[in-house]
């Protein structure tokens, strides 16, 4: 996992950077981000055109590509490394039109507890991540 940001409260978050982290999340957490991280993954993967014509440089710039294509996954966590909250956000090539979504254990409210962790990233990243727009399960 690679270090985003620190938030108040000893709380940390990370970005999910393989799909062994993303199982793990959702064994953790009790929820599919897996599923859906294999899923923009492979989609991303199915976009990129390679600039060599040599096939052992065929997939020199790949994890770039995915890199940039896919949205970011993200985990907070405290101290002990306990999960609390998973979001979905988008990569800086898809802000328009991106629905984040940020959940927590067994897809539960996270925002009561971590609001001020989940604008903490919000504000890192430059985006807005109202409870309204990214917690879907409210309504």
Known sequence: ??????????????????EMEAARE????????????????????????????SFIEQDIGLAGHIRSAMPIFATLRD????????????????IDGFTSIVVGPSNDD???????AIAVLGARLGLSLERDRCYPYHR
Do not use: N
Not at 2 to 13: E, Q, R, S, V, Y
Not at 110 to 116: N, V
């Open 110 to 116: 996270p925002y009561p507890e971590h609001a001020e």
């Open 79 to 94: 101290a002990d490394g306990v999960g609390l909250a998973t979001a979905m956000l988008p990569s800086r090539a898809q």
């Open 26 to 53: 959702s064994q953790l957490m009790k929820h599919a981000v897996e599923k859906y991280y294999l899923r923009f993954r492979d989609a991303a993967k199915a976009t990129y055109i390679s600039t060599s014509r």
């Open 1 to 18: 996992m690679l270090f985003i940001c620190d938030a108040p409260g000893g709380k940390t978050w990370f970005q999910i950077e393989t």
